[in-house]
């Protein structure tokens, strides 16, 4: 069953779908997550980078920097990693991960040639119906505030309206 959701999820983003829509295409469809939550663009997009769905496994990725904190870091070179091709069955080729991963790699190159915003009221603004943050969209006519949850999920997750940038102003 939660293989089916992987296979979607891959052929939802190569069919064109962001993170975001993605988890609102799957929560509106009463979907649930592996917590049995909503979908949310970061779950999915672990899902999209997993490579564990190939049948291949990245052993010791993390480690325990000693017995005593017991605390674990990410593993960048200090410790050998082992890689087990096969090991599993596969819910999703190799060619369709590498496919996703190009897909995305061209995604964030674009992403990081845009200018960085950073708008006055960004983290201020906290949603009357949900309590989400409001964050920035510009549309083709106005600057408007939007609560997060409103945009991820959609209107049937929260009953909020988008403010106009200039309205806010002069309201502050």
């Keep these: 069953e939660e293989a089916k959701i992987v296979k979607r999820i891959y052929d939802l983003y190569l069919a064109g779908n962001g993170f975001c829509k993605i988890s609102r295409i799957l929560s509106n469809e009463g979907v649930k997550s592996y917590t049995g939550g909503f979908w949310s663009k970061t779950t999915v997009g672990d899902i999209l980078s997993n490579i564990t769905y190939t049948g291949t496994l990245h052993l010791q990725k993390t480690y325990r920097e000693n017995y005593i904190t017991k605390r674990t870091k990410n593993n960048k070179g200090e410790k050998p990693l082992y890689i087990v091709e096969n090991n599993h ?39 009357g ?32 309206k988008k403010i106009r940038d200039d309205v806010l102003r002069k309201a502050s």
Excluded at 115 to 122: G, V
Excluded at 130 to 158: E, M, P, R
């Design 89 to 127: 069955e596969a819910i999703i080729s190799k060619k369709v991960f590498d496919e996703v991963q190009r897909l995305r790699k061209e995604k964030a190159a674009g992403k990081n040639n845009q200018a960085k915003s950073i708008y006055s009221f960004t983290g201020l603004i906290r949603c």
């Design 129 to 160: 119906e949900c309590g989400h943050i409001f964050k920035h969209k510009t549309t083709k006519y106005y600057d408007n505030w939007v609560c997060s949850q409103y945009d991820d999920l959609g209107k049937a997750y929260c009953a909020s």
